[in-house]
């Protein structure tokens, strides 16, 4: 029987002629065996790329010998694949501290709406269908029905962000027209989206009244003129003024505004429908307060401090948001089925308001109790110190975190968690050595996110409820670190 055909390499290194052709690579057991699974496309696709990248090499005479034998190729290629077919969204571990982190993508859904989801996915479903007429139905009618009863609006709309539903609101009630705004109030919403950016993309022209520190009722009476189209307030919650500040309340604004025939609309940001006082942490404005001191239109997040998906809701007067949905950019705009669905289980779960501690993954990471996480925090000490010894020192701190999202900025949640440190390092060398513990962590299967502060890498474990994850890869770790 004659022997399997490979690569005749003269030397330690390759040359371009040394590499077989894509045809010949994928005659190979190997290479078919992941057509058969793969598909010719993909791997004959990879199996190309890969022989350009290495015939480059070659010609630069920088590809060892030993990478273009038929083994080697055959296990580059089925590396090459995996790496194409790995998700680029993965999940991690938040260990940095700040619950709902932006860049972590902000609040877990509960239970009931990943339930939810896997139903809506897998079959067709009543988006917009009504049941019981069995004609077209709309999709705002999925949730208007729990948003009215939960905020006490007398109607309720959902777009696809808060950023959408605030450049909806206004471009729907003061287009071509005057809209106020505080000086104080002119936030940058998340990356590089200003009011006044979404002032003029909505079309509407600014009218700034107040200082950056102090605005005053009259400062809007005087502002109000016959093409004024809306009094907008925007409330700070990514930043805090301190000092000698004043502001007008929604209560003696909407007075303002109302007696001058003008809506007012009140963008929340984060949005709690539940006063977080009761919980014991720092309080939050309800968009329910908001329209009770009588704001037309109030718009707030779906995926902050609500805890649910990404989206913008606007509650408020029947006038204004019926305006609001029949505005065109409203399509554009829209849910899909799949935020929908988590939308209204996840304010379904504030239906049973008794039960949402433990229902809903946001509160309840908010209200971990800083002596769990502490006892969690000793009970790894010994496994961590093992996995990162003799390198670096590890020991339990308090620790203080965030709720993050633009989220009360300035509060901060008490925790504990692992503060590692390099053993024996000169003060030059720790940015390097904290760089490549932390560069090791996110490197892992499940990918551990901490924070460098203090000369030391911390890992806050309020947000680890469940550490085997986190145990199960210790050891991985210190191979690595090795």
Not at 120 to 144: K, Q
Not at 259 to 272: E, F
Not at 386 to 404: D, K, S
Not at 420 to 439: C, F, I, N, Q, S
Request: proline share 6%.
């Amino acid at each position: 029987m004659a022997a399997p055909e490979e690569s005749v390499v003269h030397g330690s290194t390759a040359r371009p002629q040394d590499l077989p052709s894509v045809d010949r690579m994928l005659r190979a057991p190997a290479a078919q065996a992941l057509v058969a699974e793969h598909g010719h496309t993909l791997v004959a696709g990879e199996a190309r790329a890969l022989l350009d990248a290495l015939r480059a090499r070659a010609l630069a005479g920088k590809l060892p010998a030993a990478e273009v034998q038929a083994g080697a190729l055959d296990t580059t290629l089925a590396r090459r694949i995996a790496q194409r077919l790995a998700p680029r969204m993965r999940s991690v571990l938040n260990l940095t501290g700040t619950v709902i982190h932006t860049n972590l993508g902000r609040a877990l859904l509960a239970d009931a709406a990943l339930r939810r989801l896997l139903e809506v996915m897998t079959s067709p479903n009543n988006l917009e269908y009504d049941l019981a007429t069995g004609s077209r139905g709309d999709r705002d009618s999925l949730v208007e029905d729990l948003l009215r009863t939960i905020t006490g609006a007398e109607a309720a709309t959902v777009v696809n962000n808060n950023a959408a539903a605030v450049l909806l609101t206004i471009a729907a009630l003061a287009r071509e027209r005057e809209v106020i705004v505080s000086r104080g109030e002119l936030v940058e919403i998340g990356g590089a989206f200003r009011m006044p950016d979404v002032m003029a993309s909505a079309g509407a022209q600014m009218v700034e009244v107040g200082t950056t520190n102090r605005t005053h009722p009259q400062d809007y009476e005087r502002a109000i003129n016959a093409r004024t189209a809306l009094v907008m307030k925007v409330h700070t919650s990514n930043y805090a003024v301190q000092g000698f500040t004043a502001a007008v309340d929604e209560a003696t604004l909407a007075g303002i505004a109302h007696a001058r025939g003008v809506p007012l609309a009140t963008d929340l940001g984060s949005g709690s429908l539940i006063d977080l006082a009761h919980y014991g942490l720092p309080r939050e404005p309800l968009p329910q307060e908001m329209l009770a001191a009588g704001c037309d239109v109030v718009t707030f997040s779906g995926d902050k401090l609500l805890g649910g998906p990404q989206a913008g809701l606007i509650v408020g007067s029947k006038e204004a948001v019926g305006r609001i949905r029949k505005f065109p950019m409203k399509r554009a705009l829209r849910m899909s089925k799949l935020p929908l669905a988590a939308l209204e289980a996840t304010l379904s779960l504030y239906l049973r308001p008794e039960r949402l501690a433990q229902d809903l993954p946001t509160l309840r990471l908010l209200t971990r109790p800083a002596d769990a996480i502490r006892e969690l925090a000793q009970a790894l000490l010994p496994a961590v110190r093992e996995a990162v010894a003799p390198r670096f020192t590890v020991e339990v701190v308090p620790l203080l975190g965030q709720i993050g999202s633009g989220s009360l900025p300035v509060e901060r949640l008490p925790s504990a968690g692992l503060a590692l440190a390099p053993a024996g390092t000169a003060k030059k060398g720790l940015g390097t050595a904290l760089d490549a513990l932390a560069t090791a962590l996110r490197g892992l299967p499940l990918p551990v996110i901490g924070r460098i502060a203090e000369d030391r890498l911390l890992l806050d474990l309020r947000c680890l409820e469940d550490s085997a994850p986190f145990s199960a890869q210790l050891a991985l770790l210190r191979e690595r670190l090795q």
